[in-house]
């Protein structure tokens, strides 16, 4: 996705006086101009999706912090957001697919405790970077070492 790309988004949400999405994708251009200038190029497709990654985990954080402090107004506000900003998230993985994934990364560094969570994390989660949930896909290899 490009700058350009998100701009047409952006003026897209504009016309249709959609007041989320305009903030969100203003953030969300922000954010990559400001990459791309530390960079010094264009961001590519992977990077772009770091970019996205880091903006559901803040929402996703602050939904947190909003639940706990029974802010139910902003705590909805930050979900409309995230709403906004998994459309640019490659398509998610069901969690049959973790499982999946998991039980082969489990066999491949011959993981067999709890104790070996660090070494089937790493080789699992570059393959899942932005397909699943962190915390997700390691609550399902925790539940596969305990067994």
Known sequence: ???EELR?????????SDEVR???LRLLISNVK???????EQLTEEEFTEVVLREVKRRKE?????????????????????KVL?????????????RSLAIEAIESVGASGPKDLGKVMSVLMPKLRGRADGKMVNKIVREFLER
């Open 1 to 3: 996705m490009t700058i």
């Open 8 to 16: 047409n988004k952006l003026k897209e949400a504009m016309k249709s």
């Open 22 to 24: 305009v903030r969100t």
């Open 34 to 40: 400001n990459e791309e200038i530390e960079k010094g």
């Open 62 to 82: 602050a939904i947190e912090m909003y639940e706990k402090a029974q802010r139910k107004d902003l705590a909805d506000e930050e979900r409309k957001e995230l």
């Open 86 to 98: 998994e459309e640019f998230l490659p398509q998610q993985l069901s969690i049959d697919e973790i």
